[in-house]
């Protein structure tokens, strides 16, 4: 017994002495769960652009290894809501598209398998319009985003020629529309900006085109014009009476304008408003 014992002890020796690297290579493997003895497996998740307009498609595209035909790719965002689900061709690839309302992260999933996550950043549209400045009253601008945004809000900025002279933050109304107000200091070209900040969309902003006011003029005592109601506004705005502006150069408008000069220690002239004036 003991002979046949050792023979036998010898022969497994032998055995372990010439196979062990097909032993230890089938543990290595895995698979999609991991468990030893099973093949291992990826998913690929690549998207294109990953900033994107809003209302234009992504292109969501990968691979599966290994390689295999008609296996079901699930795309999900963060939240484990479905995107997409496509089919691989006979290279183990798919290829999809979407059009995302907002910013998403995504990723892919086959069986047990999932990809590293990709970020999608949607863009908004931001429309703004600015109306005529009136000269030394008030500059209105509006506009409206897509999508709504309802917890967002709109930073609008005010330029003459080109230069920033005011800045303010506005809500949407609904999501969607804004409305600003500027004081026009003086004669010139404006525009304005406005750009939408949202936790769920990438920084959108849009331009107005440039509006000049009325150009100054020289006015004198009798003129019925545009600028004569634009310079009563001022020197009611800066504190010297008048009953209303008008918009006639009358006996009102004169004594208001030489109380002006008088403060202004120029020449006390009341019949007459040069550009310089």
Do not use: C
């Not at 020796?13 to 690297?21: D, G, I, K, M, N």
């Not at 010297?240 to 000069?261: C, G, H, M, V, W």
Request: hydrophobic share 40%; no cysteine; aromatic share 6%.
């Amino acid at each position: 017994m003991q002979v046949g014992s050792r023979s036998l002890v010898v022969g497994l020796v032998a055995v372990l002495l010439v196979f062990p690297a097909g032993v230890a290579g089938a543990e290595k493997k895995k698979t999609r769960g991991g468990e030893p003895g099973e093949e291992a497996v990826t998913v690929t998740l690549k998207a294109e652009p990953s900033l994107v307009a809003i209302g234009k498609p992504v292109t969501l595209s990968g691979a599966i290894d290994p390689i295999a035909e008609d296996e079901s790719v699930t795309i999900l965002d963060r939240h484990g809501k479905e995107v997409a689900t496509v089919l691989t061709d006979p290279e183990g690839r798919y290829e999809t598209s979407f059009v995302p309302a907002k910013n998403r992260v995504l990723h892919a999933e086959w069986g047990l398998a999932s990809s590293d996550e990709v970020k999608v950043r949607v863009r908004p549209e931001v429309n703004v319009k600015l109306k005529r400045p009136k000269l030394f009253g008030k500059a209105r601008i509006r506009g409206w985003v897509r999508p709504a945004a309802p917890s967002g809000r709109i930073h609008v900025t005010f330029l003459r020629w080109g230069e920033v002279i005011a800045q303010k933050n506005v809500s949407l109304s609904g999501g969607r529309r804004f409305r600003a107000k500027f004081k026009v200091p003086g004669a010139g070209g404006y525009r304005a900006r406005a750009a939408l900040v949202h936790d769920d969309l990438a920084p959108g902003s849009g331009w107005t085109a440039v509006k000049e006011t009325l150009q100054l003029k020289n006015l004198s005592q009798g003129a019925n014009d545009p600028l004569v109601k634009a310079l009563e506004r001022r020197l009611i705005s800066l504190g010297y009476y008048l009953p209303s502006a008008n918009q006639t150069f009358d006996e009102k408008t004169r004594d208001a304008l030489i109380a002006f000069n008088k403060v202004q220690r120029t020449e006390r002239v009341g019949t007459s408003v040069d550009q310089a004036t």
